[in-house]
């Protein structure tokens, strides 16, 4: 259908305050354009216009209803075609001002509009009809002129999020009423896209607008043709009902009530929400009125609550089987405690019910969490009763030794209760991390053989307190055919379950197998005709006594009684209860991030920590036992289906139902299946300790298991963790002991300073440094691993070793060194003064003052004695060294001018640290010393013309003499013809010669003064720093290779360079190439040498 440009003026002027309408014609769009310039930028607008697509719908005919009023006559209006640009938004954002213009409702004689359905360029989008009252879009548009014409293009409709503000809509000086219809494209009649019937509305009265909070946008680019026309009004008219589409998709009703804070998902990858994208503020919003409250919630959480059935009972089941077990067994076979086995089951229950509904009513992020008694517990409230006997007595009133046994139970609760708390509040949930896992491992496989040991117990019948290593218990089990044929059974089933699990593993399996157990004893009873009286006599099934006859499950809370209680014995219990809150801790910041992992759920370990003392405190102030979420429970409970909180109550439920029936069905439950579970469940965790970490840990860590398990069975639990904490000691010191703590032993002619010498020099410390030893240490250096240093440092000092390779200097590298303790410090007290009793100084380096290192040291005092020197560096210990040779040979020739540098900072005291006598004989270091300085030193110096004023050439010479020893009248004839292409520059202190990346101006030869050269690599590397001494070359790569400046150099202190630039160097080339050849040859020589120095340097600090 054509487009009609030929609108007033007026009409035009409206159109541009509508910048997402863009007309056909060109200069209609820049109107539209000029218009939106015009305004504010759309970028700092709260909704930013995107760009329109090229593509050109095709309109369809649209099909008439009943209720459609006739167009033709005095009220036809001229249909006006406009295009529109679809806008894509982004789910959860709000459209601008603009786009709402472009989102056009259909009016309906009940006064209310509803969305249109979806354009073809989308028909993935099913669509949701949304009411809304007519008249909120009287006088938001122009007055239609009249025309004809029933069809129009459509896109999808644009939603937006809640909060958006309210916006006054301009009112109009003559009353029209306006009608949107929107259609799909003609070509796709069968598509399955759902058209819509033709309404009329009453635009009379209009309205102030707001636009629908809540709502999902969609992202279509299609463009649309929107057209205009006028409709009668009717007083009664239905909402016209979308005809059924192949894309129709069912709608979540909760996916509609997001609060303001939430953030919108999508239902599917193909569905979108489509809303009215303006509504009147007092009109209800994202609920469609022809649904009741029934249709959008209730029917949806029956839908939910019915698809969990399979997971609830599967829980349901996991909680009889270890309510069951381990309630049962919660209470010592103590005789004040006989019977008490519904006691426990009942109390497993109730804490099960409990955290049930903490974690489920949102204090847990996962939604469908199973809480249950944390049952590891179980041994350390055998403990707490059994001292609660020994301290009232045998004589005791049995009511006293219950109250207080009671009052102890809920007391662990309470206690476990506030650690959750103290440790989520205060954001402590990776604390576990740092305590050692094969502790942890060997408290896990104690646990396991106490299980053993207690189905050993149940199955048996054993009456008494505890179990026993005696020959008597021995041969109670083994030698007693009855009692081996009670237990012997169970375990084999508990056996040939994990047998079948390693086969098959599907999570009914472990549910339906101790089902079938109970349905093939019963067949056996059955057909064998047994009397159930005489099974529980002879221990086959349980017998509980009166508490199964008509005991309700309150029951156990008539055994509190706080003027029973006795508090002293509840205050001798306090170690066993810090063990067993110690052993509580240990589970759930270990279980949620794996249960996490599993399920691939976000969660926050600490808010689950909180959740976990919410619901402790809670069993604990009802009188219950201590709970947590059960990662196995939870995940079989999530696989089943039960991911929603709607399961997770439907559970509490079940089980709250389950506690009402009682506990008389106990006394139907075999003894076997109770004691295979207890078994199987014992296996796993001794497995788990044993097996499988025999080639996951070390020889040592494997022990400390053991000793765990060992200490745990023959003792108690309380002196199995502290045996395995003083285990776990003492091997770290062990197997720290083992470990290097030197990490480089060398001497000072393998790793020298990186300052540039003269050649001379640097050849005389490189025969002259082995005398200097350099010992780095790493780690912490404590009473175990310093004997290690102390013997290294005797072997340095052993008369055989002195004679071939003495030392003066010992320098102690602490840069890597993490801590030092007393004994350590002490023993190099030890070590310094037998390296005084040999003139050995000892110069440690790489700590700072004030470091911890450097306390611990000068806590002992060992930097005030004598032959100590400290620096911060090793570069510095290294240098000073070097220094120190040089020194003492120009001091033994009676030289008052010494050609090096300043000493590094931190030297104490201003002394020579080698003394030289009057004879060398019987000193393998002077002899050394001597030899090395009348080789090397005195050949330079006697070689040095006598005249001092012939700058350059006795910096020349030092520079290039060792280079060619054999010629020297041709090197200096070489360097008499270079002269006069070198310029003298002297340079004071603190001037920068150049920076790093600089381009080269060419290299400078150091006549007198210092200068220093930093070479930055990255942010997160060292510095590497160099120092150049009279009688050496700088910048000589970067000039030669006319590559940029590799180092920032700056002058230390003032200093004369000799400059060759690079003019002077095409100058060379140019007057005498092969003078320029020779030169830039000797050149190269001594810069090979320096760089292999610095790379040996930088190599020693590794």
């Not at 796993?684 to 996951?696: H, S």
């Not at 745990?712 to 904490?725: C, E, H, N, R, Y």
Request: net charge negative.
């Amino acid at each position: 259908m054509s487009t009609s440009p030929s609108a007033s003026t007026d009409d035009r002027d409206r159109r541009s305050e509508r910048p997402s309408i863009a007309r056909t014609s060109s200069s209609e769009s820049a109107d539209v354009e000029n218009a939106q310039r015009d305004d504010e930028d759309p970028r700092s607008a709260p909704y930013a216009l995107p760009p329109r697509s090229k593509s050109k719908p095709r309109p369809i005919q649209r099909q008439r209803s009943a209720h459609s009023p006739d167009v033709s006559g005095s009220n036809a209006v001229r249909e006006s075609t406009l295009h529109l640009a679809s806008l894509p938004f982004s789910p959860g954002f709000r459209a601008s001002p603009a786009s709402l213009s472009s989102q056009q409702p259909q009016p309906s004689a009940n006064g209310m509009y509803t969305f249109p359905g979806p354009s073809a360029s989308a028909p993935s989008a099913p669509h949701i009809g949304i009411p809304m009252p007519a008249t909120a879009f009287a006088g938001r548009f122009k007055t239609a002129t009249p025309a004809t014409g029933t069809s129009i293009p459509t896109s999808t409709s644009n939603a937006f999020s809640r909060g958006t503000p309210r916006v006054d809509a301009p009112r109009v000086s003559t009353p029209s009423a306006l009608s949107v219809l929107l259609a799909q494209h003609a070509s796709q009649p069968a598509s399955g896209i759902a058209t819509y019937d033709t309404p009329s509305a009453s635009t009379s009265n209009p309205t102030r607008l707001i636009p629908s909070p809540g709502s999902l946008p969609s992202t279509n680019s299609q463009q649309f043709t929107l057209s205009l026309r006028s409709v009668e009004e009717q007083d009664d008219f239905d909402l016209p009902t979308p005809r059924a589409t192949n894309h129709q998709q069912e709608v979540n009703p909760f996916d509609d009530i997001l609060s303001a804070s939430d953030t919108p998902r999508p239902r599917s990858p193909e569905m979108v929400s489509e809303r009215t994208p303006l509504l009147p503020a007092h009109a209800p919003f994202d609920k469609d009125p022809n649904k009741s409250t029934v249709a959008l919630f209730v029917v949806p959480a029956l839908r939910t609550a019915a698809a969990a059935v399979p997971a609830v009972f599967l829980g349901l089941l996991l909680n009889v089987l270890d309510g069951v077990s381990y309630g049962l067994i919660m209470f010592p076979p103590a005789a004040v405690f006989e019977g008490f086995g519904a006691i426990g089951v009942s109390m497993f229950f109730a804490t099960t019910i409990i955290s049930q509904l903490i974690y489920t009513f949102g204090a847990s992020g996962f939604a469908g969490a199973n809480g249950s008694m944390i049952i590891e517990v179980v041994p350390f409230f055998h403990l707490i009763a059994t001292a609660i006997i020994q301290e009232l007595g045998p004589d005791a009133d049995p009511r006293d030794i219950i109250a207080t046994t009671m009052a102890a139970f809920a007391l662990s609760s309470i206690l476990t209760g506030l650690a959750f708390l103290a440790l989520g509040f205060f954001k402590l949930g990776n604390l576990i991390s740092f305590f050692p896992r094969h502790i942890l491992i060997g408290c896990i496989g104690g646990v396991g053989w106490f299980l053993i040991e207690t189905g050993l117990e149940v199955c048996g019948g054993l009456k008494e307190e505890s179990f026993q290593y005696n020959w008597d218990q021995f041969s109670y089990f083994f030698l007693n055919a009855h009692v081996l044929s009670l237990w012997l059974p169970a375990f084999l089933l508990a056996v040939a379950l994990r047998c079948i699990t390693h086969r098959w593993d599907h999570q009914l399996i472990f549910p339906l197998y101790f089902i079938s157990i109970c349905v093939v004893f019963y067949l056996v009873v059955a057909i064998g005709r047994f009397d159930l009286a005489m099974l529980r006599n002879e221990g086959w099934v349980f017998d509980i006594g009166d508490a199964g006859n008509g005991a309700s499950w309150w029951t156990f809370y008539t055994y509190f009684d706080f003027r029973r209680t006795n508090l002293y014995c509840l205050w001798i219990t306090l170690p066993t209860q810090m063990a067993l809150l110690f052993f509580n801790l240990l589970h759930p910041p270990l279980n949620i991030p794996a249960l996490a992992i599993s399920l691939d759920h976000d969660v926050d370990t600490n808010k689950e920590l909180v959740a976990h003392g919410y619901s402790n405190l809670a069993a604990g102030f009802l009188g219950t036992v201590p709970n947590y979420i059960v990662y196995v429970n939870s995940l079989l409970f999530y696989r089943v289906g039960g991911d929603s909180r709607i399961a997770g109550f439907l559970l509490a439920v079940a089980t709250f139902g389950l506690l009402i029936i009682g506990t008389g069905p106990i006394a139907y439950i075999p003894v076997m299946l109770v004691g295979a579970l207890i078994f199987v469940l014992g296996l796993d965790l001794v497995k788990e300790a044993v097996w499988d970490t025999r080639n996951r840990v070390s020889r040592l860590e494997y022990l400390t298991i053991w000793s765990i398990i060992i200490v745990m069975s023959v003792f108690d639990f309380v002196v199995g963790v502290l045996a395995g904490i003083i285990f776990c000691c003492f091997f770290f010191v062990i197997q720290t002991s083992q470990a290097r703590s030197i990490r480089t032993l060398h001497t000072g002619a393998s790793a020298m300073s990186t300052v540039r010498r003269p050649p001379a020099h640097r050849e005389y410390i490189k025969k002259v440094a082995k005398q200097t030893a350099t010992m780095r240490l790493q780690g912490w250096i404590f009473f175990g691993t310093i004997n290690n240093v102390e013997n290294s440092v005797k072997r340095l000092l052993d008369a055989a070793q002195w004679q071939n390779n003495p030392i003066r200097f010992l320098i102690i590298d602490l840069s890597l060194v993490l801590g030092v303790d007393i004994s350590s410090c002490e023993a190099l007290v030890r070590l310094q003064r037998l390296l005084d009793s040999k003139s050995v100084m000892l110069i440690f380096c790489g700590m700072s003052e004030g470091s911890s290192v450097w306390r611990s040291l000068h806590n002992v005092d060992i930097f005030g004695e004598r032959n100590v020197e400290v620096f911060d560096t090793t570069e510095q210990a290294i240098e000073w060294t070097e220094n120190a040779y040089i020194r003492a040979w120009f001091l033994s020739q009676g030289s008052t001018h010494i050609p090096i540098m300043d000493k590094p900072i931190l030297q104490s005291e201003d002394r020579t640290p080698i003394t030289w006598g009057e004879s060398y004989v019987g000193s393998p270091r002077r002899t050394e010393l001597r030899l090395a300085g009348q080789d090397l030193i005195s050949r330079t110096v006697s070689a040095t013309p006598a005249d001092p004023t012939a700058e350059p050439f006795p910096t020349l010479l030092k520079v290039f003499w060792s280079l060619t020893p054999s010629s020297a009248s041709s090197s200096s004839s070489i360097i008499q013809r270079v002269i006069p292409y070198l310029l003298r520059t002297p340079v004071q202190a603190e001037t920068v010669l150049w920076h790093q990346g600089d381009a080269p101006d060419g290299l400078y030869f150091v006549e007198a003064g210092l200068l220093r050269a930093v070479y930055d690599f990255g942010p997160h590397t060292a510095a590497v720093q160099e120092c150049m001494v009279a009688g050496t070359i700088s910048g000589e790569l970067s000039a030669l290779s006319g590559m940029s400046r590799n180092a920032t150099v700056v002058a230390e202190r003032d200093s004369i360079l000799w400059r060759w630039s690079r003019e002077d160097m095409e100058r060379m080339h140019r007057d005498d190439p092969q003078l320029a050849k020779m030169f830039t040859e000797l050149i190269l020589k001594v810069a090979k040498v320096e760089y292999d120095v610095l790379l040996s340097s930088l190599a020693g600090r590794t």
